[in-house]
C-alpha cells in the first residue's frame, strides 16, 4: 500500500518515505530541514503520548524526536509496504 498521508495519520509503529512538506510558511520547513528531515527518508512512529495524542514520538536516523501533531501533519509521507 502506497498511500499517500502525513506523519500524523500513521499507527504505531509504522514506517513511511518522507515524500514533502505542507508548510504555512517557509521558515517551517527550514526548521524540519535543520532537524534532519529530508525527502526520501524513512520515519517510524514509535509512541503516542496518552492525552490527546501528543507528543508523537518518531524515529529519524536512529534518532527519536518527539513532535506535535499540528508539526507531525506537515510533513507527508508514503506508507512502506514489506516490500519497500
Given at each position: 500500500?502506497?498511500?499517500?498521508?502525513?506523519?500524523?495519520?500513521?499507527?504505531?509503529q509504522s514506517l513511511a518515505r518522507i515524500?514533502?512538506?505542507?508548510?504555512?510558511?517557509?521558515?517551517?520547513?527550514?526548521?524540519?530541514?535543520?532537524?534532519?528531515?529530508?525527502?526520501?527518508?524513512?520515519?517510524?512512529?514509535?509512541?503516542?503520548?496518552?492525552?490527546?495524542?501528543?507528543?508523537?514520538?518518531?524515529?529519524?536516523?536512529?534518532?527519536?524526536?518527539?513532535?506535535?501533531?499540528?508539526?507531525?501533519?506537515?510533513?507527508?509521507?508514503?506508507?512502506?509496504?514489506?516490500?519497500?
Amino acid at each position: 500500500m502506497n498511500t499517500q498521508t502525513s506523519i500524523a495519520d500513521l499507527a504505531k509503529q509504522s514506517l513511511a518515505r518522507i515524500t514533502g512538506f505542507l508548510v504555512d510558511d517557509p521558515h517551517t520547513e527550514t526548521r524540519f530541514r535543520e532537524i534532519g528531515f529530508a525527502e526520501g527518508d524513512v520515519v517510524e512512529v514509535l509512541h503516542r503520548g496518552l492525552f490527546g495524542g501528543s507528543p508523537i514520538n518518531i524515529r529519524l536516523h536512529g534518532t527519536s524526536i518527539a513532535m506535535r501533531p499540528r508539526e507531525a501533519r506537515m510533513i507527508i509521507v508514503r506508507r512502506l509496504s514489506d516490500k519497500d
